[in-house]
């Protein structure tokens, strides 16, 4: 792979198919810029994963204790469960996203973050200093412009390709 003009590519999983096949168009389409120095830091491919918070992850909430009872109470171990859960998921996600990058010969990192996935992704964007972040989509075209609001960035943000895209052309 020759040389490109990108430092860091950051590429949102989330399981899906779509979010994967854009892993998988990013790996194929998008040059890293080459090492200039061993001072210089790698460029590199970012895999990054949003998990829900707990309580919104489990669906439910215990809720507070009827007639009286403490409000805002939260079961350490339903919690703790679903914080477990919620790894085992992660791990297969980044196992699945690692596999389609070693296949294709490139070193990816990983990267996970816990929140609301509109602004997790858009503060991780602007933390890992990406020069473009990756999404799989079902309704969009294939490359638009973004901003999302309240953040500080702006980057080109590439919708990959559905299946569905490359089979109409």
């Known amino acids: 792979m020759s040389g490109g003009n990108l430092q860091r590519v950051v590429v949102a999983v989330d399981g899906s198919e779509e979010s994967m096949n854009a892993?998988?168009?990013?790996?194929?389409?998008?040059?890293l810029r080459s090492t200039a120095s061993p001072?210089?830091?790698a460029a590199s491919?970012?895999?990054l994963h949003v998990q829900s918070p707990p309580s919104i992850a489990a669906g439910l909430n215990p809720g507070p204790i009827p007639f009286g009872g403490p409000s805002n109470f939260e079961?350490?171990?339903?919690?703790s469960a679903i914080e477990a859960h919620q790894r085992r998921i992660t791990e297969a996600i980044f196992a699945h996203a690692l596999k389609i990058c070693s296949d294709k010969n490139v070193n990816a990192q990983t990267h996970v973050v816990v929140g609301d996935a509109k602004e997790r992704i858009?503060?991780?964007?602007?933390k890992l200093h990406a020069d473009t972040l990756v999404m799989g989509s079902r309704?969009?075209?294939?490359?638009?412009?973004?901003e999302p609001r309240g953040?500080?960035?702006e980057?080109?943000?590439t919708i990959a390709p559905t299946m569905h895209d490359a089979q109409l052309s």
């Open 23 to 31: 892993l998988r168009w990013a790996l194929d389409n998008l040059k």
């Open 45 to 47: 491919f970012v895999v």
């Open 155 to 157: 980057a080109l943000v």
């Open 122 to 126: 858009c503060e991780a964007v602007e």
């Open 139 to 146: 309704a969009f075209g294939p490359i638009k412009r973004y």
């Open 151 to 153: 953040c500080s960035w």
């Open 75 to 79: 079961v350490p171990a339903f919690a």
């Open 39 to 41: 001072d210089s830091e």
